[in-house]
């Protein structure tokens, strides 16, 4: 498989990636007897936007392994949901949407919940949205995004947002 390019605006840069073969997406947890053989995994929650059906279950049955998936067909859906749950520590949206577009939407969670790491998915037409404003999101993806590379995206938001570095 060849590596897929990432582009990550805020040093606008591009860089080959391949997932690991170990996912820093799921954390390993132990349990309150301390025992290695009583650990389990917890997969973090992240919440993906998008207006159209099928994109948004492509993207759960592409990340399902790895976090859990919550979705909003709506930019306003999202932000109610952030209202009564603003502890995912990853969102990623698509730019074109009917009445807030991804990157007004990704505005308004960078102000009211600076911790969590964003991400824009776009088929088209996000580029200089991006570029004008890069500190708006950590990772741009294009549509189609091959599924290593939306791993690989996710897996840096995870650990940015872990690290306080929204």
């Known amino acids: 498989?060849?590596?897929s390019t990432v582009r990550s605006p805020a040093k606008g840069a591009t860089k080959n990636s391949r997932r690991p073969s170990g996912s820093g997406a799921a954390a390993k947890v132990s349990s309150s007897t301390g025992s290695a053989d009583s650990s389990v995994r917890a997969r973090p929650r992240i919440l993906c936007v998008d207006d159209e059906p099928l994109v948004l279950k492509s993207l759960a049955a592409s990340?399902?392994?790895h976090v859990e998936v919550v979705s909003a067909n709506s930019a306003a859906e999202a932000l109610e949901?952030?209202?009564?749950d603003p502890g995912f520590p990853v969102v990623i949206s698509d730019y074109r949407m009917p009445g807030m577009d991804g990157g007004a939407f990704l505005a308004q969670v960078r102000k009211r919940f600076p911790s969590i790491v964003r991400l824009l998915l776009s088929g088209a037409g996000a580029d200089s949205v991006v570029l004008d404003n890069p500190e708006l999101v950590f990772r741009f993806l294009s549509k189609p995004c091959p599924r290593e590379t939306l791993l690989r995206a996710l897996d840096d938001a995870l650990v940015r947002g872990a690290v306080g570095l929204a």
């Open 1 to 3: 498989m060849l590596p």
């Open 81 to 84: 949901l952030l209202e009564r």
């Open 63 to 65: 990340l399902r392994k």
